[in-house]
């Protein structure tokens, strides 16, 4: 016995269904209405013969002969209308007998049986905008489900629970994302650990949740519990060389202070100071080991450093928003040093300072390597929109005394003023002035 499918007006399919088959529907009712036309046509107005054989025949010669006798007898052929093999939508006078609501549920339904009986019969076809619409509706819905999960989800992550440490299995104080699988460290562990790395973000658990501290606490057990200690974190450098009187054992001790500016925020460290055990001398590293360790001075000093990568990030910022300000990257940066417990200020002018600096020496090396002809960066590969006034974004640079300063491109984005007057000069040499 057939199995009865329950009808939906919201379903798509049921929607889709319902309009393929008016489609076909309208389609048989216009080519049958078509054909019937056609059949009138040719019987009431028959191909002409000639008077004798009229004549021949014996048919009437009256008014009620031949034509009018072969229109008032004509027999019209039964329109009908099929939506498929199975499915038949009679257009004669017994379907008037039954309501035409009934009739199209009725036939919604024998179409809805064909498509759940017959294995091919795919998703309907749709246009790329209902079928992207509905794809979108889909994934709302699912997006919805999932939200009281997310947000359980969300919530547990805060719970601090009981964590062991991940290298002698004692309470673990401290939660390190960056070293993970092993994110679990005790408070002596955590110094030993993260005594060459300082420039992890950590959590301490102590108060009973999870709170940012900075590269320089750590966390001691006393006979009264944990408490925080201030210790002095090394700038991570390469290996310098050994000392010239031949020994290799090495000391390394906190130097002079230094302020590292990562893509993380703001640092306060301490350069190492190297000594020999041998001969105890001692020095730092110079620039050309803060270069190899990926560091770029904000000042000749070498008081503050940038990272190489965050310098990258921010050329990278310049060429795709040309009006990306400096000031905004600084404060991000700020707001970075926050979020890792972290405190000071990061000054916007040095940073900018420092960047063109290190872009004006990747230059030179590139003319010095002859390793690629200039392009100009506003206009390969994409043109951008760029900004040229001789006022320099309305900045006061005259009245502040930094207006003297030359510039590092002179003469290869805008022409210099001399060049631009000696041709100018040329030109009016070679026109003659005319009356």
């Keep these: 016995m057939a199995t009865k499918h329950k009808l939906d007006s919201k379903d798509p399919h049921y929607q889709e269904g319902r309009r393929m088959a008016l489609e076909l529907k309208h389609e048989h009712i216009l ?10 046509k040719r019987v009431r107005d028959p191909p002409h013969t000639s008077k004798r054989d009229s004549v021949g025949r014996g048919k009437p010669r009256g008014r009620r002969g031949g034509r009018r006798q072969a229109s008032a007898t004509a027999t019209y052929p039964t329109v009908e209308c099929s939506l498929s093999s199975s499915v038949e939508v009679p257009l004669t006078a017994t379907s008037t007998k039954l309501n035409h ?4 549920e009725k036939n919604m339904e024998r179409l809805s049986d064909i498509l759940a009986s017959c294995s091919s019969a795919a998703q309907p076809q749709s246009s790329s905008a209902s079928s992207w619409s509905f794809r979108q509706q889909k994934a709302s819905e699912r997006w919805k489900e999932a939200r009281p999960y997310h947000l359980k989800c969300l919530i547990s992550k805060e719970a601090v629970g009981h964590p062991l440490c991940c290298l002698c299995n004692e309470p673990a104080v401290i939660r390190c994302r960056e070293c993970l699988p ?3 460290f005790c408070g002596d562990c955590d110094v030993l650990h993260h005594k060459k790395q300082p420039l992890h973000n950590r959590e301490c658990v102590i108060r009973g949740f999870f709170e940012a501290i900075p590269p320089t606490t750590c966390i ?4 009264d519990g944990y408490c925080t200690h201030e210790q002095a974190c090394i700038l991570p450098t390469v290996k310098v060389p050994d000392c010239s009187c031949g020994g290799t054992n090495f000391t390394v001790l906190p130097g002079k202070p230094v302020i590292l500016i990562t893509i993380n925020g703001r640092f306060d460290l301490h350069q190492p100071l190297y000594e020999c055990q ?7 590293p110079d620039f050309k080991d803060l270069l190899r360790s990926g560091y770029w001075p904000a000042s000749i000093t070498n008081s503050t450093l940038y990272t190489l990568d965050v310098l990258s990030s921010l050329q990278e910022l310049k060429i795709i928003s040309p009006g990306f300000s400096r000031q905004a990257f600084a404060k991000l940066l700020e707001h970075r040093t926050k979020c890792g417990g972290r405190s000071g200020p990061i000054n916007g002018d040095a940073l900018q300072r420092s960047f063109l600096e290190l872009s004006y020496a990747s230059f030179e090396e590139d003319q010095l390597c002859c390793s690629a002809p200039f392009t100009c960066p506003a206009c390969t590969p994409e043109m951008l929109a760029v900004s040229a006034d001789g006022n320099r974004k309305l900045y006061r640079f005259r009245r502040n005394g930094s207006s003297d300063d030359p510039g590092f491109f002179e ?24 009356s």
């Design 101 to 104: 609501q009934e009739e199209f």
């Design 278 to 284: 041998t001969c105890q001398q001692q020095w730092t």
């Design 182 to 184: 092993e994110e679990w």
């Design 220 to 223: 001691i057990k006393g006979e």
């Design 411 to 434: 003469g290869l984005f805008v022409a210099e003023d001399s060049a631009v007057s000696r041709f100018v000069d040329t030109i009016q040499k070679a026109v003659k002035n005319a």
């Design 31 to 40: 080519a049958e209405a078509k054909k019937a036309a056609d059949e009138r």
